[in-house]
């Protein structure tokens, strides 16, 4: 089931939207659960990041679209935003945000069918690559994409992301097997690096997301061929 949220003022364009929501789950066999927002702040008071898709208005009082939007990914980076407004002069302003993409009104629905097919095509590309950590908080999930490393301190796991670090659960062989197949490789024995944000090595030192870590005497081999091979034998 995927969760979406419209955030549109006129019922008659919501509404239209829900039906198109609604033929395409029944036409693609899929769920939704929708909720309509009449406008941004009632949206942005009580939000939660449970959302997959938000389809937001732009010409709203109050708060537009694009504000509150920018509001939006102060709280949510990874929710998937398209924008639906009769100002196409101005869709452009949504990559400012990371929108995925924009539908100008009229809305029909072969235009809305589409974005959607996008959406669920990336909702189900980033599922693959999350990983679910356990926190003190409960769980939550974290794309490895933009997870750099994470290190083992006084018995619990950090998780150091490009939004933040998180603390979980666990240990670092776990993980390390959870991650083996995504480029995930231990510089010592604290740390699990994700090699794509490998910036440089220096001696012992390896540089990844900014931040100096050491390189172990028993781990530099299997480290650096591991990255060597990550780059295609560019070091």
Known sequence: MFSVAIVEDEKISADLLQKYLTRYAEEKNVTFSIEVFKNAIIFL????????IVFM????????GMEAA???????????????????QFAVKGYEVDAMSFI????????????LQKAISRLENNKEREILIRTQDGVIFIDTASLKYIEVSNHRLIYHTKSGDYEGYGTLKKVEEQLFDK??????S??????????????????????????????KKTFLGALNKYVGGGI
């Open 70 to 88: 920018a509001r939006l990914r102060e709280i949510d980076q990874t929710v998937i935003l398209i924008f639906v407004t009769n100002m196409s």
């Open 190 to 219: 604290c740390y699990l690096v994700n090699l794509k944000f490998v910036s440089k090595v220096s001696g012992w030192i390896a540089v990844v997301g900014g931040n100096e870590l050491q390189i172990s005497h028993p781990k």
């Open 45 to 52: 008071d009580n939000y939660k990041t449970k959302y997959d």
């Open 57 to 64: 208005d732009i010409g709203m009082p109050h708060m537009d």
């Open 104 to 115: 100008v009104k009229p809305v029909a629905y072969p235009n809305v069918a589409l974005k």
């Open 183 to 188: 480029h995930f490789v231990r510089c010592n």
